[in-house]
């Protein structure tokens, strides 16, 4: 699909000044001057997941009011009574439904308050094209002559309005791209801003650890005397896309770099990567704001199901992948400390027809449920099942338009503003505000009070350098950080890996905490380990927020004292720490998992010569660890574990 001329000179509604309480938001950069009630909040971020290809509703939730409708309606492709999932039997009769027998996940989810369902969602005037009803979902149109041919996204307009001047690459308080797309080489409309210009970062296909390196290395010499013609256009587009990522490549690697996942196993799918991806970006210190996602394969026109065993299938598939991945995300999250600060929300372009093909599928049809997930989503279902008599279906087998029970864009309103703190102004901008907020969709006690609208996340520490350099005559390392400003800030933590991603601390920094002026840091370790070492500082606000400095890398030419090694490894039952030394001190053996918790743990005495200390794994689980040796308050080595079955 073309988008042209999105290098227009259209005047963007950014440029008017966002007000808090009817002052400039710039009054409030520092979050010591927001309410306390407002801490937190600009660090929330959105995760949507497009299920492409139009998922079928009713094989997703069944009512169970209206089974033996379903059921005559569907002779061939329904679920049988005794396969699908009871969601919740406290609700009315009337608002029943019966899960997928795909979805245990999503079972789950909902049992431990983290999910929600919301019924008959859609827009008036339906399109059952593909690509159109895709446009007008991302663009935030519809049907109606007013509001079918939208030149921009939604996403796009609310982070142009919300965050101006964010667009123009990396900056002091914006670093990160606001938007983030995976899982679709195609840029999304939906990251269009109010000009038509793609503002978003398309990572599909591209190591994110890597990225700055590759963009670098596939780059190519500007075009020059672009015509001013449509196939110009075109070749301006393609160009602005790849330098909006190619600016941001560098902050997005090291984000990654410095990020991990935890022990959460995801499936090994498209769509498990591309939200562990999210996961670990976020861990890195990501501040953007909305991540979409993709899941292809929806468009169930045939073998829907597996003949006599439906509740198998193509679809089921599909929805244990999609559910699935949303667990092990949000499982991840929750192990990261992340998940409070995470919305994650599906929407499919349309739904399927009520009635069954003849070739064990359904075809395009009109209204779907859409899907919340994580602690601020109000575990519940919003909604009461689409009336399914045969006797109000059109010919084709379709739902009427009365059947319509929530408008699109009323979700996307009510999360915009009740999750992530869009005044009336933003609203305006993003073109949502003239829709109906739909009331309990956000957790009570996190739904944003309006004095905390339009607040955004400031980075609390504006680095502008770092270094790390080995002095050999010393045999340490030296490291110095510097910062232009520091804003309601608590400490650094100096941080030191053997293999540039399982980093430990080595040292705290008090830092200035308020100031606007130039702050220059300075510390030692004078324990380095063998080898390649890789140092960081990490930055931690008052509200814990954090933020990573890049990482350096410096070569220990003198090797030390210690010579220091664990075997074997990998271990079943037990380890041996060894080293030589030519110190005596008081020392502790630490094993870290991977989430940094200490389960293991022995005094030794570490004595001039060689030293041996043995150590059980024999109840541990199966897994990844860090063997940590620590003299006084230094770290005097690192080394990874892996314990076997």
């Not at 002091?172 to 080489?185: K, R, V």
């Not at 196939?231 to 587009?237: L, P, R, S, V």
Request: proline share 5%; charged share 15%; glycine share 10%.
């Amino acid at each position: 699909m073309k988008r042209r001329n999105f290098l227009n000179n259209i005047t963007k509604l950014s440029a008017a000044p966002i007000l808090l309480n009817g002052l400039p938001l710039r009054s409030f950069a520092s979050p010591s001057f927001l309410p306390s009630n407002c801490q937190g909040i600009g660090d929330r971020v959105m995760v949507i997941i497009f299920l492409k290809g139009g998922n079928d509703g009713l094989n997703t939730i069944i009512p169970v009011d209206q089974y033996s409708r379903y059921a005559n309606l569907r002779p061939d492709i329904r679920i049988n009574a005794g396969n699908y999932i009871n969601l919740d039997t406290t609700l009315p009769i009337g608002d029943q439904v019966g899960l997928n027998p795909a979805m245990t996940s999503f079972k789950a989810m909902y049992d431990n308050g983290q999910a929600s369902l919301i019924q008959a969602v859609g827009y008036p005037g339906f399109n059952q094209s593909h690509f159109k009803s895709t446009d007008l979902w991302l663009t935030g149109g519809d049907g109606t002559p007013a509001n079918f041919n939208i030149n921009s996204g939604w996403m796009g307009r609310y982070l142009d309005t919300a965050f101006p001047g964010a667009f123009d690459g990396p900056t002091t308080n914006y670093p990160d791209p606001m938007g983030i797309q995976l899982g679709d080489t195609k840029p999304s409309i939906g990251f269009h801003d109010h000009g038509n210009e793609y503002i978003g970062v398309n990572l599909s296909n591209q190591n994110p650890g890597n990225l700055f390196g590759l963009l670098n290395g596939l780059g190519t010499a500007p075009h020059g005397g672009v015509p001013a013609s449509d196939y110009g256009d075109n070749i301006n587009y393609i160009m602005g896309v790849e330098n909006t990522t190619n600016a941001y490549g560098g902050r997005i690697s090291s984000v990654y770099n410095n990020g991990n996942n935890s022990t959460t196993s995801y499936p090994n799918s498209n769509l498990g990567g591309q939200l562990k991806t999210v996961a670990r970006l976020l861990s890195g210190g990501s501040k953007t704001k909305i991540f979409l996602v993709h899941k292809s394969g929806f468009d169930t026109h045939a073998n829907q199901v597996q003949a006599g065993s439906t509740q198998l299938g193509t679809h089921a598939d599909l929805l244990s992948d999609v559910f699935d991945s949303i667990k092990a995300f949000t499982d991840d999250l929750t192990n990261l400390g992340l998940e409070q600060n995470v919305m994650t929300a599906t929407f499919s372009e349309f739904g399927r027809r009520i009635t069954q093909n003849g070739s064990m599928g359904t075809d395009h049809g009109n209204f779907a449920p859409v899907f919340l997930f994580g602690s601020g989503a109000a575990p519940g279902v919003h909604g009461t099942n689409i009336n399914i008599d045969p006797n109000t279906l059109d010919a084709a087998g379709n739902l009427p338009s009365t059947a319509l029970q929530h408008d699109y864009r009323s979700i996307w309103k009510t999360l915009l503003q009740d999750w992530l703190a869009a005044g009336d102004d933003v609203l305006t901008g993003s073109s949502f505000n003239s829709y109906s907020k739909i009331a309990g969709l956000v957790t009570p006690g996190l739904i944003v009070p309006p004095e905390c609208y339009n607040v955004t996340s400031v980075l609390p520490v504006a680095f502008s350098e770092f270094t790390a350099e080995y002095i050999v005559a010393k045999n340490e390392v030296e490291l110095f950080w510097q910062t232009e400003s520091e804003i309601n800030h608590s400490h650094y933590l100096v941080q030191r890996s053997a293999d540039g991603r399982n980093f430990e601390d080595i040292e705290l920094v008090d830092s200035a905490g308020e100031s606007s002026v130039t702050q220059k840091y300075y510390s030692v370790d004078d324990q380095p380990l063998p080898g390649i070492s890789y140092y960081r500082i990490k930055s931690i606000d008052l509200d814990d927020s954090i933020e990573y400095t890049d990482v350096r890398s410096v070569r220990n030419e003198g090797g030390g004292n210690e010579n220091i090694k664990i075997y074997p490894n990998p271990a079943k039952y037990d380890f041996n720490l060894v080293l030589t030394t030519e110190q005596e001190y008081d020392g502790i053996i630490q094993v870290f998992d991977l989430r940094g918790k200490i389960i293991k743990e022995r005094s030794v005495r570490v004595t001039k010569g060689f030293n041996k200390f043995n150590l059980s794994v024999e109840k541990l689980p199966n897994g990844n660890y860090t063997v940590v040796l620590v003299k006084g308050r230094r770290n005097v080595a690192s080394m990874k574990l892996l314990v076997v079955p």
